[in-house]
């Protein structure tokens, strides 16, 4: 049997060895899922106060959409039947998409036979 070579490692330092490995692994896999995460995070953030100012602005666009309609119809049928026409037109669409809304709703939980 052949003598073990002075610069070879025992088993025991070879495995405390694959166990430091791992260990270093493991800790760079984690840090590199702990970096995404937080890019991650931060892109989230980022389009949630973007998507929130866009949403802003879209409704305030409504507003202006509507403010417009009466002050168009005004001169012709007076501000306050106006104002009915545009408030009755908006709720007739509103409702018609809620339902439309609804429909879908209900084809989703709807079972199947």
């Known amino acids: 049997m052949d003598a073990p070579q002075p610069d070879e490692k025992g088993i025991g330092e070879l495995l405390q060895q694959l166990a430091e490995d791992g260990r270093a692994y493991a800790d760079a896999e984690l840090g590199y899922y702990r970096t995404l995460l937080r890019a991650k995070l931060r892109d989230a953030r980022e389009m ?66």
Do not use: C, N, Y
Request: hydrophobic share 70%; net charge positive.
């Open 48 to 113: 949630l106060w973007m998507g929130a100012v866009a949403l802003a602005l879209a409704q305030a666009a409504a507003v202006a959409l509507v403010v417009g309609l009466v002050l168009t119809l005004s001169p012709l049928v007076g501000p306050g039947l106006a104002t009915l026409i545009v408030v009755l037109a908006f709720l007739a669409i509103a409702g018609l998409m809620g339902w439309l809304a609804w429909t879908h709703v209900k084809r989703i939980f709807k079972e199947r036979p």
